[in-house]
């Protein structure tokens, strides 16, 4: 019998597995379709002012129709809305803001949701009492009767939404952070950790966190497509941050009235913004299915 | 069971309460600005101190609120600012006509979502499941905005086949409710396709579907008899869920086609500041959600013998 050698492979860093693991998603077609949607939209933001043919304020030709040459020789696109701004700038613009606001406002919900539901989870007794017991009441609001309470009383600026963002999803993250962790606090090496005296706040954040990331990371895939809804609503409602500057829901909102003679304003930033949120929600099916698979 | 029915209803009465206060604090806490809002912002100092004064606002917060808390359990909830008579003469029309559109929206969303899920969960993997689940992504990601706009679009600028608006200004008309009733049922019968795809598979997994395949059974009598029954449990509460969601729902629903409903009266009387519509529409749609939990939270442990209840 040939004598075993025992290799131990030099343990990788936690970011490095994590990446790979995210890779995974190349073997998922609708995860690439969905990577691709999200990565065009990102190039869009950054690109913006290379990309925009227009500024997106300015007002230039009203209610041009898609194709229409402008003064100056160039082309609408996507022809103006109904005060002459270039569709397809303001589209390209309005990426922007959606990208930064979506992202920041789920992170600060996660940061919010998180150590509670991971101090819930782990701690249980009357910890997890308290917190579950105000989550839920935040959740039996319907979501956007809260978003329109909250907005229309203390009005509707940039800090403002993102409190209500923030305020409305940390307790569903709550919920699925407590699950998680109530499931792995039962787990041999949070013993171990315990057992050698780590305090409390350290096995949550370095054993339980890590542990818990992949349904975590599904479901701010999923989080983020709603808040870029959540965001679009509140646009559409009269709701969202202040005008001039491109808003999609905001640009729907404001041309849907002529919608049923000039639809092309309205169609193709309901299609921005659809193809933006298919984008999150198929590359958080895709993540699903890698992570079931291995 | 009883004990477990006696303490959902005492949670949810606990709910109500501590969302009450929440509510209160959130509109009433500053009597100078509700003077404001009632009396308009072109009244004298003087004038509001004494609607305050008429009206009780000088008393403590908490007797204030108990004394409003009061009001609101028999139904009084104070007059509407902006048409100037009692509130509750407005919301419950306007609730009720809610009501219809939500129902025709769950008549179709309910067996449409059920049947997909069932065939797209018989066999995971599958073709047909594969264009299901795509498909109920592809519906969900598309906001009731954006498709409200998109069939507008289609239905009304190139085919004209509906009205653009369901105001219902000349008596009910169904034709009126198709496009609001259609774009709820796009946007939420994805999310339960997908809750009863994730059943039916998990129950096709098990044990004893397996027995029952191996047994040499029909595979038609494997998923009628055996598998359904216990596959439907967890989408019967996500539907129940779903009312929640449409609360939500129809407020960008009744606004994009101005129907006169709920929804819209919340945003209304949210942009106009109707300081006691707003606390009624936020009660009542806290009260429906609220029950709506109780009723799914019941009926699964009803539904579920595997659950002990304590």
Known sequence: MAEQVLSIPPRESPVWRMFKSLALIRESVVGMVGLALIVFWVLVAVFANVLAPFPPNATIMPMAMPGTVGPDGSVFWLGTDHIGRDILSRIIYGSRRVLIFAPVATFCAYALGTPMGLAAGYRRGMTDDVLSFIANIILSFPVLVLYVIIIATVGASAINILVAVTFASAPGIFRIVRGLALDLRNREYVYAAETRGESPWRIMLVEILPNARGPLIVDACLRLGYVIITIGVLGFLGLGLPPPDPDWGGMINETRALATSFPHMTIYPVIAISSLVLGFNLLADGLREVSLRD | ?310
């Not at chain 2, 993997?125 to 905005?145: A, C, N, Q, W, Y």
């Not at chain 2, 439907?232 to 994009?256: D, H, K, R, Y």
């Open chain 2, 1 to 310: 069971m009883l004990v477990f029915i006696v303490r959902r209803l005492g949670t949810m009465i606990l709910t109500m309460v501590v969302v009450s206060i929440l509510l209160f604090l959130l509109l009433e806490i500053n009597s100078a600005s509700v003077a404001i809002k009632v009396l308009g912002p072109y009244t004298s100092e003087e004038q509001r101190n004494l609607w305050l004064e008429a009206h009780g606002y000088f008393r403590p917060i908490h007797i204030r609120y108990f004394d409003w808390l009061g009001n609101f359990i028999v139904g009084n909830f104070g007059d509407s600012i902006r048409f100037k008579v009692p509130v509750g003469e407005i919301l419950w029309p306007r609730l009720a006509n809610t009501g219809i559109l939500g129902l025709a929206a769950m008549a179709v969303v309910i067996p449409l979502s059920l049947t997909l899920g069932v065939l797209a969960g018989m066999r995971e993997g599958s073709k047909l499941d594969r264009v299901i689940s795509v498909g109920s992504i592809v519906t969900t990601s598309i906001p009731e905005f954006a498709s409200a706009v998109l069939l507008s679009a289609i239905f009304v600028y190139y085919l004209d086949l509906l009205p653009g608006t369901s105001s219902m200004s000349d008596g009910f008309s169904p034709v009126q409710l198709i496009l609001p009733a259609m774009v709820l049922i796009l946007y939420d019968f994805g999310y339960v396709t997908r809750m009863t795809r994730a059943s039916m598979a998990e129950v096709m997994t098990t044990h004893y579907v397996r027995t029952a395949v191996l047994k040499g059974l029909p595979y038609r009598a494997v998923i009628m008899r055996h598998a359904l029954r216990n596959a439907l449990i967890a989408p019967f509460t996500v539907i129940m869920l779903q009312i929640n969601w449409l609360l939500s729902g129809v407020i960008v629903v009744e606004f994009a086609f101005a129907y006169k409903g709920f929804g819209a009266l919340l945003l209304e009387a949210s942009l106009n500041q109707d300081l006691y519509m707003i606390e009624a529409c936020a009660m009542v749609a806290v009260f429906v959600a609220v029950i709506t939990q109780m009723v799914a939270d019941i009926g699964y442990t009803y539904l579920n013998p595997r659950i002990r209840f304590a």
